[in-house]
């Protein structure tokens, strides 16, 4: 796999794959008319620079380390409305944070071709909003396209659960190579458990058995046992998701988009799951095609 789809461009890159990806459903749902369709962009943000006014980069553990070389980009909620040819019945955008909440009220407001009454935007945590949209999936006749882009661990893994059997297609951004494999230090004794347990769904000896190795030493006292970090950490980050992903969904990317930053280093991971072999071809045609390039 090639990784020149590094630097500044992986937002781009992010949003431009799952774009296509949007345009490819409407296009299938479209032969599906007794499915309503839903949009649910559960960190919609509305795209924006993201430094602090010193210039300096934001960094916070449960947030998120945002990465570098993000400039002003036009957001996935902006590029999913603009779309003329095809839309989805019902659009939800949800995001904790006020200022974007009144920002995506005015992109709404200014979008003629979607009637504004299709456009839900809500002030809330996206885990809360998921456990809704979970329980609308299971009564009715709905199918969802969910967007999961936090730069953090926010995605709390009892929220996801909940899908299963739904009709519903997932995107999700996996902080692979920043937060999570952060959270696992090199002697094994990690200060944040209950995040980890939370973002995996796993109890905590699960995830240490998956991430260290016991390593026999031989010492002055005879023979000792310690513990290491196992190489290639971010791999395993995303094969243990992958697993989780699939106690949920029929199926999931098995090579996702990686994105890198302007050192080559795998930053992010943007998976797909869904209960359908044919879209989870159509997601794999997309990244495979992007990751390319
Ligand atoms: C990476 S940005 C989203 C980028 C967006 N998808 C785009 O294309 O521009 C993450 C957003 O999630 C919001 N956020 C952070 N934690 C959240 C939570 N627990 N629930 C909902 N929104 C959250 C932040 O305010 C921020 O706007």
Same mark, same amino acid.
């Given at each position: 796999? &090639?990784?020149? !789809?590094?630097?500044?461009?992986?937002?781009? +890159?992010? @949003? $431009?794959? =799952?774009?296509?990806?949007?345009?490819?459903?409407?296009?299938?749902?479209?032969?599906?008319?007794?499915?309503?369709?839903?949009?649910?962009?559960?960190?919609?943000?509305?795209?924006?620079?993201?430094?602090?006014?010193?210039?300096?980069?934001?960094?916070?553990?449960?947030?998120?380390?945002?990465?570098?070389?993000?400039?002003?980009?036009?957001?996935?909620?902006?590029?999913?409305?603009?779309?003329?040819?095809?839309?989805?019945?019902?659009?939800?955008?949800?995001?904790?944070?006020?200022?974007?909440?009144?920002?995506?009220?005015?992109?709404?407001?200014?979008?003629?071709?979607?009637?504004?009454?299709?456009?839900?935007?809500?002030?809330?945590?996206?885990?809360?909003?998921?456990?809704?949209?979970? &329980?609308?999936? !299971?009564?009715?006749?709905?199918?969802?396209? +969910?967007? @999961? $882009?936090? =730069?953090?661990?926010?995605?709390?893994?009892?929220?996801?659960?909940?899908?299963?059997?739904?009709?519903?297609?997932?995107?999700?951004?996996?902080?692979?190579?920043?937060?999570?494999?952060?959270?696992?230090?090199?002697?094994?004794?990690?200060?944040?458990?209950?995040?980890?347990?939370?973002?995996?769904?796993?109890?905590?000896?699960?995830?240490?058995?998956?991430?260290?190795?016991?390593?026999?030493?031989?010492?002055?006292?005879?023979?000792?046992?310690?513990?290491?970090?196992?190489?290639?950490?971010?791999?395993?980050?995303?094969?243990?998701?992958?697993?989780?992903?699939?106690?949920?969904?029929?199926?999931?990317?098995?090579?996702?988009?990686?994105?890198?930053?302007?050192?080559?280093?795998?930053?992010?991971?943007?998976?797909?799951?869904?209960?359908?072999?044919?879209?989870?071809?159509?997601?794999?045609?997309?990244?495979?095609?992007?990751?390319?390039?």
């Amino acid at each position: 796999m &090639s990784n020149n !789809s590094w630097g500044g461009q992986w937002t781009e +890159i992010k @949003l $431009d794959a =799952f774009i296509k990806y949007v345009r490819a459903y409407l296009t299938i749902m479209k032969k599906y008319p007794y499915w309503q369709t839903i949009y649910f962009d559960g960190f919609a943000g509305v795209g924006q620079r993201v430094r602090d006014r010193q210039g300096q980069q934001i960094l916070d553990l449960w947030e998120g380390e945002i990465p570098e070389d993000i400039d002003v980009y036009k957001g996935a909620s902006k590029r999913v409305l603009e779309e003329k040819d095809l839309s989805f019945d019902y659009y939800y955008f949800i995001d904790k944070d006020k200022e974007n909440i009144s920002s995506l009220e005015q992109i709404a407001n200014n979008t003629n071709h979607i009637s504004r009454n299709r456009i839900i935007i809500r002030e809330d945590d996206c885990n809360a909003q998921l456990t809704k949209l979970a &329980s609308a999936l !299971s009564k009715k006749k709905l199918a969802a396209l +969910i967007f @999961l $882009d936090p =730069f953090g661990m926010q995605i709390i893994w009892d929220s996801i659960q909940q899908l299963k059997k739904t009709r519903s297609d997932i995107w999700i951004l996996i902080p692979s190579g920043v937060s999570i494999n952060r959270l696992l230090p090199k002697n094994g004794k990690t200060k944040s458990k209950k995040v980890l347990e939370g973002f995996f769904g796993l109890s905590y000896d699960e995830i240490h058995n998956h991430f260290y190795a016991k390593r026999e030493d031989l010492t002055l006292f005879g023979q000792i046992t310690n513990e290491e970090k196992i190489e290639n950490p971010i791999d395993k980050i995303i094969s243990l998701y992958q697993i989780q992903l699939k106690k949920i969904w029929t199926y999931c990317s098995h090579e996702p988009l990686i994105l890198y930053n302007s050192k080559k280093a795998p930053i992010f991971h943007l998976i797909f799951a869904s209960n359908n072999e044919k879209a989870l071809k159509i997601a794999n045609q997309i990244i495979s095609k992007r990751q390319r390039k």
